[in-house]
């Protein structure tokens, strides 16, 4: 049994490793209440998680092996802090109101919220009692576990949409493509607010044909209100290392200006709103 701590504030570049060792497989976690979970940190005030100032709670726990991932350290529950939903409730209750006052809100990121999400639906509920405006930031691999009361409590989806080439998404991440289409395709149809993330990876998922069938799956979806294209850095590189992990991508170059237009440019080719 994992025992209960503070979260203590940071940010997604912390190195958190370890810190409840008794904590379960994260494919075996069976999150049915929701009333304790594994976090990595939160911050206070970002502005690149969604809509306005944000606060973000990155959980523990993801199926994903991104091989340019920045944060290994949340793959695991075992490297998260264990806390209480009232813990998580009441520290955010504390400055949820500056949020509110300039239309600021809550995204929950990771790690893959939807490894806990029954956690992750109750923090949001509460989030969404104190009226805030609610994210998260997903790969969508879980996809099929967001039901409606799941939903109901969120106001936009950040959907990392990692290939359009099912072989690709494999090499880059371990794991299918289909699920996250499907649940693209989902919440397109509940017409939910979407914002489709693309991390540019040179080498990896830069080639125009993977990147054009992004675009032509995305353009009709009128939900997505904006593709963000998100340049491949390097600031996670000392966490493989720390975590004696192979870094596939440790000679990989940040991409170019000119390859970070072209890839937008083929999104607004295609009709998206991209940035
Ligand atoms: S989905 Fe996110 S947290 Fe999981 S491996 Fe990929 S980049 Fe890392």
């Not at 009128?222 to 991508?249: D, T």
């Amino acid at each position: 049994m994992s025992t209960l701590r503070r979260l203590e504030p940071g940010s997604r570049h912390d190195l958190r490793v370890g810190l409840s060792p008794d904590a379960p497989e994260e494919d075996r976690l069976k999150d049915e209440e929701g009333a304790f979970g594994y976090c990595h940190s939160y911050e206070t005030s970002s502005r690149y998680d969604g809509p306005g100032l944000r606060a973000v709670l990155f959980m523990s726990g993801c199926l994903l092996r991104c091989t340019y991932c920045h944060n290994p350290d949340t793959w695991h529950l075992k490297d998260g802090t264990y806390v209480s939903l009232q813990q998580v409730l009441h520290r955010l209750g504390s400055f949820a109101p500056a949020l509110a006052s300039v239309d600021g809100g809550l995204t929950i990121s990771g790690g893959e919220p939807m490894v806990q999400h029954a956690f992750t639906r109750r923090i949001l509920n509460g989030a969404k009692e104190m009226g805030l405006h609610t994210a998260i930031q997903t790969s969508g691999f879980l996809g099929d576990r967001a039901d409606d009361k799941f939903l109901s409590n969120l106001d936009l989806v950040l959907l990392d949409v990692k290939s359009g080439d099912p072989e690709t998404y494999r090499k880059a991440t371990g794991r299918d493509l289909a699920p996250t289409f499907r649940f693209a395709e989902r919440l397109a149809a509940m017409n939910k607010p979407v914002w489709v993330r693309f991390t540019l990876v040179p080498g990896l998922t830069d080639d125009p044909t993977n990147v054009e069938k992004i675009a032509k799956f995305v353009a009709p979806m009128k939900n997505v209100e904006w593709v963000e294209v998100q340049p491949f850095h390097q600031m996670g590189s000392f966490k493989w290392k720390a975590m004696g992990l192979e870094y596939k991508e440790a000679d990989t170059e940040p991409p170019s200006l000119d390859l970070v237009n072209r890839v937008i440019g083929q999104f607004r080719d295609a009709g998206c709103n991209a940035r």
